[in-house]
């Protein structure tokens, strides 16, 4: 493999999807990122250059690249061809397909694809499940995918595909075999921190030392989460998660210690 002509194929734009971007713009791993973003965004090009360059957590692009003195980074948009150059990464969007089998990856000749849509999280549902599934990036011919998020099976208690593994860096990344597993999950934030405490206490006393073990966690605010108070959706039962996240503690289910299993 040529690395210097790698791409890499990002699905989302999103917090995640933004800073993937950011991230591998300043890390120049790859000569160009594909990101599927699969509809149109405000006017045109410009609108998605004003929204990648600018972060309300991060402040602008070229600051959070090379400091205050710097430099707008994103130049020579292109609307027809759904380009711009960041930083001198060409950065290309797809503005057509929803689903995962329907993104022309092979087209763009992207191998690697980061899913970070949070939308395609069961690695046991078939390509051709109608609402999507993450296999539909390998079907349009990515040959590994890396999901932002926590695997999520439909069915409780299904056994995991041999292709599929979850890792935590530090803690269990060398369990990654990449002859044969080909969708990869970095679990989440949650999972991460819990990992990095429960791994010294089990090297130390072993699990049949340790009778039972509870977490709790303070997060930001996510999209997920309501802005103003709402009334609940017919059939919902936590009224909590109907409350605004800028002004309440609002207690939530996690799904770390399932991932940890993983």
Not at 7 to 18: A, P, S
Not at 55 to 60: L, M, V
Request: charged share 25%; net charge positive; proline share 4%.
């Amino acid at each position: 493999m040529n690395e210097g002509k790698m791409k890499i194929g990002v699905n989302g734009l999103g917090r995640i999807g933004k800073l993937t971007v950011w991230n591998h713009v300043g890390r120049r791993y790859f000569n160009e990122i594909v990101v599927n973003i699969g509809r149109q965004a405000g006017t045109g090009m410009k609108d998605v250059a004003h929204y990648l360059e600018r972060d309300s957590t991060y402040g602008a692009l070229h600051t959070f690249l090379h400091g205050y003195r710097a430099e707008p980074a994103i130049h020579d948009i292109d609307e027809a061809a759904g380009s711009m150059v960041v930083d001198g990464v060409t950065v290309r969007f797809l503005r057509e397909a929803r689903t995962p089998q329907d993104i022309d990856w092979k087209a763009h000749d992207v191998r690697l694809v980061v899913d970070t849509t949070g939308q395609f999280l069961d690695p046991t549902l078939p390509v051709d499940t109608p609402k999507g599934s993450v296999r539909g990036h390998l079907e349009a011919g990515a040959e590994k995918v890396v999901v932002s998020a926590p695997f999520k099976t439909k069915h409780e208690g299904a056994p995991m595909p041999e292709d599929t593994i979850t890792t935590v860096m530090g803690v269990n990344a060398n369990d990654y075999d990449p002859k044969r597993h080909r969708i990869i999950s970095n679990a989440s934030c949650t999972t991460t921190c819990l990992a990095h405490m429960m791994k010294p206490l089990l090297n130390a006393f072993g699990a049949k030392r340790i009778l039972s073990a509870s977490m709790a966690t303070v997060h930001a605010a996510t999209g997920s989460q309501q802005v103003l108070d709402r009334l609940p959706k017919a059939g919902k039962t936590d009224l909590r998660k109907n409350r605004s996240i800028l002004n309440n503690i609002i207690l939530t289910s996690t799904g770390a210690a399932k991932a940890l299993r993983w």
